[in-house]
């Protein structure tokens, strides 16, 4: 297998589709050494096939807004593989989603859902519609009318959606009650991230962050570091954003940004317990502003419009919200700044460019399908906890949390150690998931 030769006819087959585009040629690059030493995956022409999706459900979904305007978006469902188990991933409703946008999505979760150790394939959905500046009922509508007709793609035992951008606990709710209604099947687990009295898992909200800085301290440990007083640098104020400021604050470290598509807000002094609750109030608001941080605390949080938190200096960035939020001009400013870690939250938050720069600097870096992993392995115990109709405490799935989150940095280490002794996480992280994938295919034949 040569990587160039796949990707210059993907490019020809699929031009324009740059995420995914670039989503295989990074698990492509780390994986050709080993790959070429396995004659019966070139046999059995597994890259060729798990570059491919399964199958892409493409559907119209229409809807009225407040003022009785008919409004029309495109929904989406790429199942992309289904080697390891059913097809499992999160939906995005974002303004700028495209099938390539879903493909490459889906593919990184095939990888990521291979690290978690549970048995669950890859999948990825979601819609260009915008919930920016929407009221409840709007989205409600919404998702109503996009189960419409999703709900003939998914089940239990086929195919298991939960949030991403855009998709929270409230439009999960949204669309359970509306695939009740439709398939006339009581069974929870159809979807994941539900409330927590109807068969959600405690801690799930959480866990993509939780998940995080538990994959960091573990690096962190690993390279002999700690912790305790760093200065965190966040970006987005979403779910993840959340989660990974409650565990930060936790655990001795100091957020000292968080940031949104209209600028940064710098705190010196550190995020607090009362300025993160608040973050959930600016998403259910709508609004997509980081600017109200600065607003509700004028004393704690100072906005400046258009820059992003890699203006900040920190130890740490932890990059949690949107693809290629940071690219190499600011992987540098980072460096000028002090910042000597940087644990990649969102799904390929760093732009090629960052991650070299990164790896050629000594920077210690880890890509999101490790580091974020905890969100869909959490997804996962929800769906143990729906088959066997019973619901663990906190404490218990935290347990698992941490245990599935150590195990995904020794596969990173056992996959990615050096000849120097230092770890290439992209590397660790692509070889083990792929391996396990590739496995799985190899034994279940040509289909
Ligand atoms: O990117 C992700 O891993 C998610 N959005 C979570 C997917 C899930 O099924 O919980």
């Keep these: 297998m040569k990587t160039k030769d796949i990707m210059a006819r993907l490019q020809a087959k699929y031009p324009g589709e740059n995420e ?12 050709e050494d080993v790959y070429n030493q396995h004659p019966e995956f070139e046999k059995a022409k597994i890259v060729e096939r798990m570059v491919e999706p399964d199958r892409i459900f493409t559907f119209r979904v229409t809807w009225v807004d407040d003022k009785g305007e008919v409004q029309t978006n495109t929904g989406y469902r790429v199942q992309f593989n289904s080697a390891i188990g059913p097809y499992k991933g999160g939906l995005r409703f974002h303004r700028m989603v495209t099938p390539s ?3 490459f999505l889906g593919f990184e979760q095939t990888f990521k859902n291979a690290l978690t150790t549970l048995p669950m394939g890859g999948a990825k959905g979601g819609s260009d519609f915008d919930p920016k500046g929407k009221t409840d009922e709007e989205i409600m509508r919404f998702c109503q009318a996009f189960m419409l007709e999703l709900w003939q793609c998914i089940g239990p035992d086929q195919d298991i959606p939960a949030g991403d951008v855009g998709v929270g606990g409230r439009e999960i709710g949204y669309l359970y009650g509306m ?3 439709l398939a006339r099947e009581y069974n929870t687990g159809v979807l994941t991230g539900k409330g927590a009295t109807w068969g959600g898992s405690i801690l799930r909200p959480e866990a993509t962050g939780f998940g995080a800085l538990y994959f960091t301290e573990n690096l962190l440990h690993h390279a002999g ?4 007083g760093c200065r965190v640098a966040v970006s987005g104020f979403g779910n993840v954003a959340w989660g990974a400021s409650i565990k930060a604050l936790e655990l001795g470290a100091k957020v000292v940004a968080i940031s949104g598509p209209d600028g940064v807000c710098e705190i010196p002094e550190g995020i607090t317990k009362e300025m993160i609750d608040y973050m959930l109030v600016m998403r259910a608001s709508n609004r997509d502003r980081v600017e109200d941080m600065a607003t509700r605390f004028p004393d704690k949080a100072f906005f400046t419009p258009g820059k992003k938190a890699w203006s900040v200096k920190c130890d740490i960035a932890l990059p949690c919200a949107f693809q290629n939020e940071l690219a190499e001009e600011d992987a540098k400013q980072l460096k000028e700044n002090g910042c000597w870690c940087c644990c990649e939250v969102s799904n390929m938050g760093c732009q090629p460019g960052a991650i070299h720069f990164f790896q050629h600097n000594g920077i210690l870096f880890a890509p999101g399908k490790a580091v974020n992993a905890g969100g869909v392995a959490t997804s996962g115990l929800e769906m143990t906890q729906n088959a066997e109709h019973i619901s663990w405490s906190g404490k218990e799935v935290d347990e698992k949390l941490h245990f599935i989150m150590r195990s995904i940095h020794e596969q990173c280490v056992k996959f990615g150690t050096q000849p120097d002794g230092s770890v290439d996480y992209v590397k660790g992280a692509n070889i083990a998931g792929f391996m396990k994938v590739a496995q799985a295919m190899l034994e279940q034949g040509t289909v």
Aim: glycine share 0%; hydrophobic share 40%; net charge positive.
């Design 20 to 31: 995914y585009l670039q989503a295989v040629q990074e698990v492509l690059e780390s994986i």
């Design 101 to 103: 946008m879903l493909k």
């Design 179 to 181: 695939y009740k209604k």
């Design 225 to 228: 570091k700690d912790i305790k």
